[in-house]
T-cell receptor, first 116, second 113 residues
Framework: AQSVTQLDSQVPVFEEAPVELRCNYS??????LFWYVQYPNQGLQLLLK??????LVESINGFEAEFNKSQTSFHLRKPSVHISDTAEYFC??????????????FGTGTLLAVQP | DAGITQSPRHKVTETGTPVTLRCHQT?????MYWYRQDPGHGLRLIHY???????DKGEVSDGYSVSRSKTEDFLLTLESATSSQTSVYFC????????????FGPGTRLTVL
């Protein structure tokens, strides 16, 4: 079965500094990978996803993630963070590659705390 | 925003009582999911539905049941609530397919005393 590891439960960072949130998944077979973001007291929303093709995917608010098959990683990065990026970030892998059922396996989340 | 509502948004109940949470969508999406979110565990799938009257178990289904009699509604029932079921419950929907985005509701905070 698939599993997702987010080793960092919290990442404190100063505003305008770069940040990397780490994500590793267990399977070496083809997968679909997702990053979701959860702002305080809200549900999750999709930040970006990797399906196929270019290994670097970007979001509209400056985040990017790189799919690395050999290291089974999908780390999330941003070159310069803002206070408004403070949120919890979840990495997820789809358990149904190529199939009709999208069951997501989530990591335990990383709280990004941006300080002024 | 995807049209997903959850009710109630907050509930406090006592051990042993039945509880039903409702998820309602206006998007006509085929798939609906119930997750629970707990500190240190992320989100874990309880049950999901792939059509009216078609449901299946997730990784933490013990103590929970679900029903879907209409496309737009997905109910989660705790037959006899326990303190270990204190959690935040999220409903999600998707059109289907392993590559599709899931859209999440605002969540229900359930406390079992």
């Amino acid at each position: 079965a698939q599993s997702v590891t987010q080793l960092d439960s919290q990442v404190p960072v100063f505003e305008e500094a770069p940040v990397e949130l780490r994500c590793n998944y267990s399977s070496s077979v083809s997968v679909y990978l997702f990053w979701y973001v959860q702002y305080p007291n809200q549900g999750l929303q999709l930040l970006l996803k990797y399906l196929s093709g270019s290994t670097l995917v970007e979001s509209i608010n400056g985040f990017e993630a790189e799919f690395n098959k050999s290291q089974t990683s999908f780390h999330l990065r941003k070159p310069s963070v803002h206070i408004s990026d403070t949120a919890e970030y979840f990495c997820a892998v789809s358990d149904g590659y190529g199939g009709a059922t999208n069951k997501l396996i989530f990591g335990t989340g990383t709280l990004l705390a941006v300080q002024p | 925003d995807a049209g997903i509502t959850q009710s109630p948004r907050h509930k406090v109940t006592e051990t042993g009582t039945p509880v039903t949470l409702r998820c309602h969508q206006t998007e006509n999406h085929r798939y609906m999911y119930w997750y629970r979110q707990d500190p240190g565990h992320g989100l874990r799938l309880i049950h999901y539905s792939y059509g009216v009257k078609d449901t299946d178990k997730g990784e933490v289904s013990d103590g929970y049941s679900v029903s879907r009699s209409k496309t737009e509604d997905f109910l989660l029932t705790l037959e006899s609530a326990t303190s270990s079921q204190t959690s935040v419950y999220f409903c999600a929907i998707s059109e289907g397919g392993a590559s599709d985005e899931q859209f999440f509701g605002p969540g229900t905070r359930l406390t079992v005393l």
